[in-house]
């Protein structure tokens, strides 16, 4: 197990396809909108900016 991966099994994941599947399905996302974002936002990014962004995205396209 890398290091990169250990962040993902710490937070319940198997690693990060695991969780942006994750993250695509509870915000009810295309799963290659979840991955385009995620990776201009940088894996840095993965746990405070992406999840704000997909908190946008799902209100932009389910709020009436």
Do not use: C, T
């Amino acid at each position: 197990m890398s290091n990169k991966d250990s962040i993902y099994l710490q937070n319940g994941y198997k690693n990060r396809d695991d969780y942006l599947q994750s993250l695509a399905e509870d915000y009810g996302l295309p799963l290659e909108f979840v991955y385009n974002l995620a990776d201009l936002l940088g894996e840095n990014e993965e746990w405070d900016a992406l999840i704000s962004a997909l908190e946008d995205a799902e209100d932009m396209i389910y709020d009436e």
